[in-house]
């Protein structure tokens, strides 16, 4: 009976062609740009937090607890206080990266500019600050080496190649005076938000440098997978005894960072949401057409002796039909310019790239092929399908067959 049901209700959608291809069109249309616009923006959000928050704040981040509120090598801690090697074996962990962070003042001849020192240890760093894709010219640095990186920004601010040198004065580990001439081995292509106005030190050229042997002000920890950050958190916080270590993710060590990528997202929301808007009313508008081209044949049939539950049942079952069709044929439309996107992202030129350099994220524009954001927008299509179908079934169930058929 159910198999009668279907074949009627298929052939029920192309006695009216037209309208089933509006139907079907109004969905496979909204549905490309749904998804075209949120892989885009889930694409864009991942790298973004890869960029701005992999290699320089760390998906979860281990601190002296004074160091929250008064970020200085004052509040630096001994390495040897974290488990570091119980931490990499936690599920889930891609790795671990102590740092140095320090502010600092650089010049040369009369030429100076406040920057920021960061001491990395380059032969596990190069990979999760994408180093190498950086390097504009010179060579990376080693992990004893004594020369240092600066970005192409401060490169052309003091007007310095490869081999020249940088005065670089600072304040060290409680109140040691850090002074010291440094080369320049290499300059980095960094975007110009914080990342720009940066110089890079082996770690330990670092710890020297602030008289810090053996202490750094951070210990950063990446995920494999963002959405288990809760969880590792957790497990990070299970392996620290000592109370005067605090584990923060990177939302809570930099707030308005994570406010930014909110807005980003809800924005992509409503602009979906308005999608969304244009599917129902068409889908809606649809219904009536196919309710009102069909009143007297309802009249008839009810009249004739169909149950008005059956009618009622081949008609939602048109509109589910439908709606299928047009999910399925909305996916494998936009899921091609999806995969080349995603293969090939699009380097923005002109304002648009200074504006994403600006505010310290890599200008390019690709997208996702998250299975979660296709899965979650053709469920939402279909619920709004059948939440409109009710309008359907509540003409059907009122339906009076002499009425409907003097109407017509």
């Not at 928050?53 to 004074?66: E, F, R, S």
């Not at 950063?220 to 809760?230: F, G, M, Q, S, W």
């Not at 930014?260 to 999608?275: C, R």
């Amino acid at each position: 009976m159910k198999g009668q049901f279907i074949k009627l209700a298929w052939r029920n959608i192309w006695r009216n062609k037209r309208r089933a291809f509006i139907t079907m069109g109004s969905i496979i249309i909204s549905l490309f740009f749904v998804l075209f616009i949120r892989q885009m923006q889930m694409w864009t959000f991942n790298n973004n937090v890869e960029t701005a928050v992999a290699g320089y704040v760390g998906y979860i981040q281990i601190t002296d607890t004074g160091f929250v509120n008064e970020p200085t090598l004052d509040y630096s801690i001994e390495l040897d206080r974290i488990p570091v090697d119980d931490i990499r074996d936690i599920k889930g962990v891609r790795g671990v990266y102590p740092r140095i962070m320090n502010g600092a003042l650089a010049s040369i001849g009369i030429k100076s500019k406040g920057t920021a020192v960061m001491g990395i240890t380059p032969s596990i760093d190069v990979e999760e600050m994408d180093l190498e894709k950086r390097l504009e010219k010179g060579e990376l640095i080693s992990d004893d080496d004594k020369d240092i990186m600066i970005t192409e920004n401060m490169a052309k601010f003091y007007q310095v190649d490869i081999g020249d040198s940088l005065i670089v004065f600072s304040q060290g580990y409680q109140g040691f005076q850090a002074a010291g001439i440094y080369r320049i081995k290499s300059v980095l292509d960094m975007p110009t938000g914080a990342m720009s106005n940066m110089i890079y030190m082996s770690l330990s050229n670092s710890q020297y440098f602030y008289a810090a042997e053996g202490r750094v002000t951070s210990l950063l920890i990446n995920i494999e997978n963002p959405a288990e950050l809760e969880r590792v958190k957790q497990d990070v916080q299970a392996k620290i005894d000592d109370k005067g270590l605090v584990v923060r993710t990177w939302k809570e060590v930099s707030p308005e960072l994570s406010e930014g990528f909110d807005l980003s997202t809800n924005s992509g929301l409503v602009i979906a949401a308005i999608l969304y808007m244009i599917v129902g009313f068409g889908m809606f508008g649809t219904m009536v057409m196919l309710y009102n081209e069909r009143l007297f044949e309802f009249g008839v049939l009810v009249s004739i002796g169909m149950k008005k539950t059956a009618l009622m049942f081949v008609t939602v079952l048109e509109v589910i039909i439908l709606a299928i069709a047009g999910i399925l044929l909305g996916n494998l439309a936009v899921f091609p310019v999806l995969f080349y996107l995603n293969r090939n992202p699009i380097e923005m030129t002109g304002e648009a790239a200074e504006t994403a350099a600006y505010k310290g994220v890599d200008p390019v524009i690709g997208t996702g092929l998250f299975s979660d954001v296709f899965i979650a927008n053709s469920i939402t299509i279909l619920i709004i399908s059948l939440v409109l179908s009710l309008y359907l079934v509540v003409k059907v169930l009122r339906l009076k067959p002499l009425d409907a058929m003097r109407k017509n």
